[in-house]
Structures are given as structure tokens and as C-alpha cells.
């Protein structure tokens, strides 16, 4: 028997309360081991979650779990930075396990968590923490270890992919789509963290480190949310046969790594752009293995708490479980390529005057910096006024880019900001 307490009574507390009281026999006939959650703590206690909680397990007091010593697995879900991480680190000070679904507190500070849990021979299970109810952690850790991991691409934020859905099928604002997000408690309780690409760059960082060997690198992950997409840009895309996602990309090239969150556009043939609504997706390809992709829900009270299990199941069997970050001192510091330098695809659209001779001098520009033009199109026809004007390109160095963005900007037939959207996929003959 295992005796579990939970710190955190929200949407994916009462998820883990359910499954460990409702799922516990399926879990015993298939383990042979017994969960037994002893203790629940949470500022409010009266609110009826739904779920039959046997008497005395609920409690305001968190030394109640911390420092119970019949506990043996702490599980925390109360996110952010503070208080979350003293009482992980008071409970693995105190030699319990901790499960925990905090992808922020992992990533900005788990090398301090990650020493202390091997200080003190104990464990700490993340899987909720990246994907939700995909067991991407195990995938990275374990189910690919043999690999040299080539790239990760991955949708791992459900707000804003639901967001960016709504935006694609129904044309509804940024803003409705976002509240509705939030009632369905999807969003974290600060939704810029979701929109502005955070929460996706802190389940990066987790997967890379894992995947590449290096350590925790949320600081150097460039990160742009989708904010400032508009429905044009979204409906253009489509036009040319793209679906635009917020991507989380990680990439190993020639010994550097890529790191960065951004809006990306797909083609719309590939299986990761059909991934739409709250679902995540993850694409990995490995040396050996080739291309992988796992696919389910990312966020939500059972999915969520269903990776929180797993983690404690984990914990015991074994009686420990790796972090797969033990040796986190001793890694492997890859650099992580500055923006500057990374290569891509590009998607612009210039607002320019309908006026001959205005294509040629951007497309002069584009030259000058290297930039080689795959496809252009003209939306509209407005004679001396200002219309879209789309162009894709071939391969291009970001800073080149941004350079030659910076000069159209000023010519006076240029008469907004241009925007821009990394292309992924093949490219165009
Ligand atoms: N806010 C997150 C999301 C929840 O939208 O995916 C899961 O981390």
C-alpha cells in the first residue's frame, strides 16, 4: 500500500482524487498495489467537487501532508512558483516522492528540485506537467531512449490551439474564443501564459532537456505567442494550403540546438495540422526510430490526472522512479542557436500601394538580403490604395529577414507594418 496526499484541490486535484478513489481497484488488479490517498489539502474544503471523499481526508493544513510521516507520495497541484516549490522541497527535505503537474516551477527552477530530490534519494514524477494525459515524459525517458531525439514539433497548449481553431472555423474574435477557453478550464489561472506562448515554452524546455541531454533552458527558448495573429493572415494561409498552430519547436542542427515557441505555419496535408480544438500533439523524430507522433488531451481535470497517476504508480512499483534529470549538473551544455541565425521559410504580407513598380522594390530589397521569393499573390485590386500583398519564401536567414522587413517598413509605398509567420514543411522547387 501507498498513501498519497494530494496539496491542491482544483480541476486536476479533483481529476487525481477521482481516479485514485474510482479507478483504485483497476489499478490494484493491474498492479497489485494499492493507492490509498490519505490527506487533501485546500483552502476551501466545503465546495462540492463531486466525488465521495471518505471523512478526515480533507484538511486545510498543509503540514498535514508535508509532514505526515504515513505519507509517502506528495502531489502537487497548486501551480506557480510560490508556495508550490518550499513545500516541495519541504516535502522531499522530509524523504517523500512528489508528483507534480507545475511545468513553470520545473522549468525556471527544477534544477534546484532535481538536486534536492537526489540529495535525499527520492523522486519527483512530472508527466502531467508536458501534455497533459499524453505520456510524452515517458516517451522522451524511456519508450525512445535508444534515439539521438532530431526534432520535436509539438501543439502543447490547448488554450490556444482552441483559440487558433475557433479563429480558423467559425471566424470568431481572439477574445470570445479565449473566454470560452476559460469556462471550459482550459486556461491557466493567468491566460497570458497561455496566448503569450509561456506555458508552451515551459513544457519545452522539460522535453528538451530531456531530450537533448542539456540542461533546463527556458531562458535562452525564443518565444512569441499568438496575440497579434489576425483572422487574415489565418484565412490567407489557408488560401495557400497552411494551417497556422502555436508550435514548440526543438531541433538539433550540426551540433547547436533550436529552442522556440512561435505561430508557425503547416501545410494542411501534414497529420499534426488536423490536431485541432483543446487536443495536444507531439511530433518526434529520432535517429533510429524515424518520425513518431502522440496525439490526446493536454489539459482538463481526468486527463490530467490520469498522467498524475501514472506517476505514482511509478513510484510504486519501483519504489522510486527516475527523473530522467538526475544527472542534471553533469550535462551536456549545447548551445541553443540564437534566432539571428536559425533558417526557415517565411510567410510575409505587406500592406503596399496598388501602384506599378511597388512589387519590383521590395522584391529588390528581398534580393539584396538573400532572400529568395517562392510564390506571391496580390489580394485585391485598389488602384493608389493600400492591399495585402502575400508573399512566401524559400529558405532565408532570420536576421536577414528581419533586416530587410526593417528597410520595406520605411519605403513610402509600404503602408503598415509587414507581418510574418515562420513556414514549416517542404520547400517549394
Ligand atoms: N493551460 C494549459 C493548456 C493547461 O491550455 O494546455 C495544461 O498545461
Redesign the pocket.
Known sequence: MVNVGIIGFGTVGTGTARILIENGDVIEEKTGIRLNLLGIVDRDIERDRGIDIPHGVLTREVSDVLDNPDIDVVVELIGGIQPAKDFILRALNNGKHVVT?N?ALLATEGGEIFETAARNSVSVGFE?????GIPIIKVLKEGLVANKVLSIYGI???????ILTKMTESGMDFSDALSE?QVLG???AN?A??IEGV??AH?LAIMASLSFGIPLSYDKIHIEGITTLTPQDIEFAGELGYKIKLLAIAKSVNGEVELRVHPTMIPESYLISKVDG?L?AVYVVGDAVGETLYYGR???DMP?GSAVVSDIVDIARDGTVSSGMEYIGKRRDLKVKAMGDIESMYYFRFTALDRPGVLSRISGILGDYNISIAAVIQKGRQVGAAVPLVVLTHRARERDVRAALQEIDRLDVVADRTAFIRVEGEEAP
Do not use: Q, R
Not at 502543447?156 to 482552441?162: K, P, V, Y
Open positions: 503537474a511545468k502531467a506537467a508536458v501534455a497533459g502543447i497548449n490547448g488554450t490556444s490551439n482552441f477557453a482550459y486556461a491557466e491566460p501564459l497561455d506555458d508552451t513544457k483543446v495536444n493536454g489539459a482538463g490530467t
